[in-house]
């Protein structure tokens, strides 16, 4: 229609079943120019073109896929789809993607995106996928997760460099390093791994010797962690720990002989980090405020009778950390800074 013959209507309703309704065509009405609809329900139009209940958007294109926007759900298909994949808003802190099926047999794979309250540990939003997840870069090489620096927000994790005591210097097969993972979530908190090859200094091996000095406090363990180093010189076995206070000491020899300039591997490991740096918002909430977190719950989050918690917290609170949820954790009280089992 040329644009000085354009209709134009304050309101425009459009009432009635099959057949009613809405519908855009290009370049003109016929066979397979059906791009747009807006329909009660779905049906056939006059040239042969199905057309969807609800707002719908049509490709011209094979496999001729939509979009369908219907009784509160995005929908998408396209020739040989058996059900429509979808985007569905629940209302309840949670978005759902789902894929479309092309048989019977088939099955859907998803998305489900929550929301801190109404995810699985009721902290922190949350992402459920409900299907293996491959990972690969543009080109279709393996790729990976990487987690943020606890350093610099928006910036990714690296390699941490250790710095050395005690003449304790890095040489030998890897480089002395330790850095955050994305996974895996150990105790479900994330991890730190540490490796690296070590020489012994001109003293020798001494129990309890500071090794490093202290790591910064988003990269320490919760408690005390043991490194099992192997001596490739003499083919002994040792220990290293890294205290909670961020420092690796020389622990000790588990078997054989160590001498001064020996390499050490200290294998592979991870460990949890304290729950202190484990991204609970919540947490900076406590102590509440006057009259506030009385709720008659069963929250005995503080409960050193049956927690063995330090802070000697008694009464019943709305606990910051899993807000009456009833799961138990190992944190870091910020009370009393004392580790404890807390739950409800």
């Given at each position: ?331 870091l009280c910020v009370l009393c800074r004392g580790w404890g089992e807390v739950g409800v």
């Amino acid at each position: 229609m040329p644009w000085n013959q354009n209709s134009f209507f304050t309101i425009l309703i459009v009432s009635g079943g099959t057949g009613s309704g809405v519908f855009v065509y290009s370049p003109k009405p016929g066979a397979g120019n059906l791009i747009a609809s807006v329909a009660a329900q779905a049906g056939t139009d006059p040239y042969g073109n199905a057309y969807k209940a609800g707002i719908t958007s049509y490709s011209k294109v094979a496999p001729f896929p939509l979009v369908e926007l219907f009784n509160g759900q995005v929908l998408f298909s396209g020739a040989g789809t058996f059900q429509e994949g979808s985007v569905t808003d629940a209302g309840q802190g949670s978005l759902t993607l789902q894929s479309s099926r092309t048989a019977a047999g088939d099955v859907q794979t998803g998305l489900v995106l929550l929301s801190s309250l109404e995810s699985n540990d009721g902290l922190n939003p949350e992402i459920v996928a409900k299907a293996r997840i491959q990972l690969q870069d543009a080109v279709g090489n393996p790729s990976y997760v990487v987690p943020v620096s606890p350093a610099t927000p928006n910036v990714d994790e690296s390699a941490q460099a250790f710095v050395f005591a005690n003449l304790w210097v890095a040489a030998g097969r890897e480089t002395p390093q330790y850095f955050l993972c994305a996974a895996p979530a150990i105790g479900g908190k994330n991890s730190v791994h540490v490796a690296g090859s070590v020489q012994v200094p001109l003293g020798g091996w001494v129990n309890g010797q500071a090794v490093t000095t202290a790591i910064p406090a988003a990269y320490r363990p919760a408690h005390t962690t043991s490194i099992i180093g192997m001596d490739i010189t003499s083919g002994a076995v040792v220990r290293f720990t890294l205290g909670a206070n961020g420092v690796v000491q020389s622990n000790q020899i588990m078997s054989g002989a160590v001498a001064n300039g020996d390499l050490i591997d200290m294998q592979p490991d991870s460990y949890r980090r304290a729950a202190a740096f484990e991204g609970h918002p919540q947490a900076s909430q406590w102590p509440p405020a006057a009259g506030a977190g009385a709720e008659a719950m069963s929250c005995i989050c503080h409960d050193p009778a049956v927690f063995g918690h330090l802070c000697g917290m008694r009464r019943c609170v709305t606990c910051p950390l899993c807000h009456g949820r009833g799961r138990v954790l190992r944190v870091l009280c910020v009370l009393c800074r004392g580790w404890g089992e807390v739950g409800v």
